[in-house]
């Protein structure tokens, strides 16, 4: 079955850097877009960043354009998320996803991590 396993994440204090990784197994991880999310608490889970399977397509949340980058290696079927500059309203659970195309929208994937906390102390 499909799993995505996110890891890398933690407590960093603001203006600081994390890179996360999502490893995915079960699946063409190259014929899948893939995504991350990220969900703080009492809020609803926002898209922060996509790409498109090859890795030539990349689109960023406006909340953290200029700051993260996605990418992935195909070969070791594995999305990253590098994370710069963070501040505390970046402080939430990060999910990686996989789907069929890079979409803005949660209903767009049809894969899910369990997630990965990122907490951004002041």
């Known amino acids: 079955q499909v799993q995505l396993v996110e890891s890398g994440g933690g407590l960093v204090q603001a203006g600081g850097s994390l890179r996360l990784s999502c490893a995915a197994s079960g699946l063409t991880f190259s014929s899948y877009a893939m995504a991350w999310f990220r969900q703080a608490p009492g809020k609803e889970r926002e898209f922060v960043a996509s790409i498109s399977g090859g890795g030539t397509s990349a689109y960023y949340a406006d909340s953290v354009k200029g700051r993260f980058t996605i990418s992935r290696d195909n070969a070791k079927n594995t999305l990253y998320l590098q994370m710069n500059s963070l501040k505390p309203e970046d402080t939430a659970v990060y999910y990686c996803?996989?789907?069929?195309?890079?979409?803005?929208?949660?209903?767009?994937?049809?894969?899910w991590g369990q997630g990965t906390q990122v907490t951004v102390s002041s």
């Open positions: 996803a996989a789907g069929p195309f890079t979409n803005y929208a949660r209903g767009a994937y049809d894969y």
